[in-house]
C-alpha cells in the first residue's frame, strides 16, 4: 500500500452536551456561571471545546474519537478534566510523527455570553496544544434560538485542526 506522501493534515470535531442542573459549566477549561445555573451533563467535565478540537486532532490523524480513546464504560474518565483528555491526544499525535500547526473552534450557546472569556480559553488551549495562543482560534455565536442550542437544551462546539509532519 502506498504511503501518503502528504506533509500536512486536517481533521475536524465536533460534540454537544445537554445543559442539566447541578453540574459545572466548564468550556475551553474555564468554569463558567450559567445564568439558570445549569451545566453540561457528560461522563468527564463535558467541555464541548476542548472535546471538539480533541476530535479534530485524532481524526486529522485517522485515529478514531474522543469515545474511542476514553470510552464512557470506563469509570476512569468519570469527571475527567478534558484538558487532560486533550494533552493526551497531543503527545498521541507526537508519538505519530506530527505536530499541532492551528486550531480554529466555534461555540454555539444562547447563554452565557462568552466574549469575557475567550482569551482565557484560548491561553488555556494554546497551552496544551503546545502552541502559540495565535494558533488557536475561538468563537463565541448563537443559533438565533434555534435547535437544541437556541431552545438552550444544550451547547455545542465545531474545530477543525491543522497538523504537520513533525
Known sequence: MNESKCDMRIGNG???HR????RDL??????????DGLGLEGHSDADVLAHAITDALLGAIALGDL???FPPEDSKWQGADSLILLEKVVSLVKEHGWEVVNVDAVIVAERPKL???IDLMRKNL???LGVAMESVGVKATTNERLGPEGREE???SHAVALLQKS
Open 14 to 16: 465536533y460534540d454537544i
Open 19 to 22: 445543559l442539566v442542573p447541578g
Open 26 to 35: 466548564i468550556l475551553g477549561g474555564v468554569g463558567l456561571v450559567h445564568p
Open 67 to 69: 469515545g474511542k480513546h
Open 115 to 117: 466574549k469575557p472569556f
Open 126 to 128: 494554546a497551552e496544551r
Open 154 to 156: 444544550g451547547i455545542s
